[in-house]
């Protein structure tokens, strides 16, 4: 059978996080996903990048951004030269206008992997494909100041960075002639090593470093939760079957622990090493707020809305840090997110069903606050996102500014717009009305043959037609018009109430 050893790296380097608005997954090494700074009030379409050349040459199709200290996006770009018809991949930076950066050199693709931006520009990369076992720093410069090898049998993971600049990489390994075990190594910055600590069961693993430099390391395989000191002594070890299978750490406020599984999230307090308490109908597509809400989506009910059309209807929750529920808002897929900035707006990349053309999704980017919708925006008037399309991120930056991919490659920038004027450009203010449609009252569309001319007037409950139902509508879904589903217990609230 095959057998995976971990060994996890803890490399004491010269320099820091970049002290930027988004300088790695899930934000910072708290994984919180989230952030202090705020979003737009009204949004506005600021700019959007398709190509990576003035002349349209080059086709390009984005990840999604990571922010640095002076405001620039970094991001993997796959590129189509249409004259030559050639594609590559580089990593590269773009101001806050969208245009290249000339001062931060590209790095090539045979350093792919996930990146984690420093001080200075500097950006520090685990490698995927054949270079999954080894580990880069490149300067702005795009030169490598530090690269750490292992094994060709071992496979890094995203790199987490301490308080102090200390780097730390999963990197698993398969041997099928060993039994499972890991060690945890801790390297000085001469490389000479401080420390090391084994453990076994080296599967769903994740690291969160708390601001005091706390280790709090995750391994969901064996069901257990570390807490080791920057020195290297284990504090202490909880293992517990509710956090079997678990593969997503986030620390939250008052030494909360969050534990994401498929099925829940399991909350621990790390002072008494006790289970709090457990949301049954969480998942780790979590964040915590600056206030430690938690914030999480779940599909609470399947739909058909036509023979080759299904839809799922979601629920963004609120649970406070003592496991209150605050509110509740429904979604329609809940595509991404939820993302949460300073003011306590939470961002969700959503879609729902439009029948033109047939059995597409149009995308919108929604925001929500206290449980009432802030904004929507998105549409086919604002020039984005085109039917079938899925938003990636969004990443908060400085001056209340919004980033995000879709799946189509495009890149955008929403700023703050005009609050009296609507928000947007060519249009785009129409996409902040709103029509709700809502069956509170329990009425759930589980037919699958629909009327001609009507998108879908659904069958109540005891079997008679419910009209104006949730789907009850004849014009396709546009920049001025939105709907807001809620599926029963649900709320739902029109545009700035």
């Given at each position: 059978m095959n057998v995976s050893a971990t060994a996890v790296l803890v490399l004491a380097l010269a320099g820091q996080l970049a002290d930027g608005p988004w300088p790695t997954d899930w934000h910072d090494s708290r994984n919180s996903n989230a952030t202090d700074l705020p979003g737009p009030t009204v949004p506005r379409l600021e700019w959007t990048r398709e190509y990576l050349d003035d002349q349209k040459l080059v086709r390009a199709s984005w990840d999604a951004p990571l922010i640095g200290e002076d405001g620039?996006?970094?991001?993997?770009?796959?590129?189509?030269?249409?004259?030559?018809?050639?594609?590559?991949?580089?990593?590269?930076?773009?101001?806050?206008?969208?245009?290249?950066?000339?001062?931060?050199?590209?790095?090539?693709?045979?350093?792919?992997?996930?990146p984690v931006?420093?001080?200075?520009?500097?950006?520090?990369?685990?490698?995927?494909?054949?270079?999954?076992?080894?580990?880069?720093?490149?300067?702005?410069?795009?030169e490598i100041v530090w690269s750490f090898e292992m094994d060709e049998d071992y496979h890094c993971t995203p790199p987490k960075v301490g308080p102090?600049?200390?780097?730390?990489?999963?990197?698993?390994?398969?041997?099928?002639?060993?039994?499972?075990?890991?060690?945890?190594?801790?390297?000085?910055?001469?490389?000479?090593?401080?420390?090391?600590?084994?453990?076994?069961?080296?599967?769903?693993?994740?690291?969160?470093?708390?601001?005091?430099?706390?280790?709090?390391f995750l391994q969901g395989g064996a069901g257990e939760l570390h807490a080791i000191d920057p020195d290297g002594t284990v504090r202490w070890r909880l293992a517990d079957e509710r956090l079997r299978m678990g593969y997503r750490l986030a620390i939250g406020l008052n030494g909360?622990?969050?534990?994401?599984?498929?099925?829940?999230?399991?909350v621990v307090r790390s002072v008494n090493r006790r289970i709090e308490w457990v949301v049954p109908e969480g998942n780790p597509q979590f964040s915590i707020g600056v206030d430690g809400t938690l914030y999480y989506i779940k599909v609470v009910e399947n739909l058909y809305v036509s023979p080759h059309l299904y839809e799922q209807v979601s629920k963004l929750t609120a649970v406070g840090a003592d496991g209150s529920v605050k509110w509740d808002f429904c979604v329609s897929n809940g595509l991404s997110g939820p993302i949460v900035d300073g003011d306590g707006t939470v961002y969700v990349g959503d879609d729902f069903p439009n029948r033109v053309p047939l059995d597409s999704h149009w995308v919108f980017l929604r925001a929500v606050k206290n449980g009432k919708l802030k904004w929507v925006f998105g549409g086919n008037a604002c020039g984005w996102p085109a039917p079938g399309d899925r938003v990636y991120g969004p990443m908060i930056g400085r001056d209340r500014s919004i980033y995000f991919t879709t799946d189509q490659g495009r890149l955008y920038a929403l700023g703050e717009?005009?609050?009296?004027?609507?928000?947007?450009?060519?249009?785009?203010?129409?996409?902040?009305?709103?029509?709700?449609?809502?069956?509170?009252?329990?009425?759930?569309?589980?037919?699958?043959?629909?009327?001609?001319g009507a998108f879908?007037?659904?069958?109540?409950?005891?079997?008679?037609?419910?009209?104006?139902?949730?789907?009850?509508?004849?014009?396709?879904?546009?920049?001025?018009?939105?709907?807001?589903?809620?599926?029963?217990?649900?709320?739902?609230?029109?545009?700035?109430?």
């Open positions: 620039g996006l970094f991001s993997w770009v796959e590129t189509y030269n249409k004259i030559e018809s050639r594609s590559e991949q580089r990593f590269v930076k773009l101001d806050r206008n969208g245009k290249i950066d000339e001062g931060f050199k590209e790095i090539p693709s045979e350093y792919m992997g996930t931006l420093l001080d200075a520009d500097r950006v520090l990369i685990c490698g995927v494909w054949d270079r999954h076992n080894e580990i880069w720093l490149f300067n702005s410069a795009g102090g600049g200390e780097i730390y990489v999963f990197f698993n390994r398969y041997r099928p002639e060993e039994a499972a075990s890991g060690t945890l190594f801790a390297f000085k910055s001469d490389r000479q090593l401080a420390w090391k600590y084994p453990f076994e069961s080296p599967f769903y693993l994740d690291l969160a470093i708390d601001p005091d430099g706390t280790i709090f909360l622990l969050y534990v994401g599984r498929d099925d829940g999230i399991v717009g005009d609050p009296d004027g609507g928000g947007g450009a060519g249009g785009c203010e129409e996409s902040l009305s709103c029509e709700v449609f809502n069956f509170d009252a329990g009425v759930a569309v589980t037919d699958t043959s629909w009327p001609d879908g007037d659904g069958p109540a409950p005891d079997g008679g037609v419910a009209e104006g139902g949730p789907w009850d509508r004849s014009m396709p879904p546009d920049a001025a018009s939105d709907v807001v589903i809620s599926a029963p217990g649900c709320g739902c609230a029109q545009v700035g109430t």
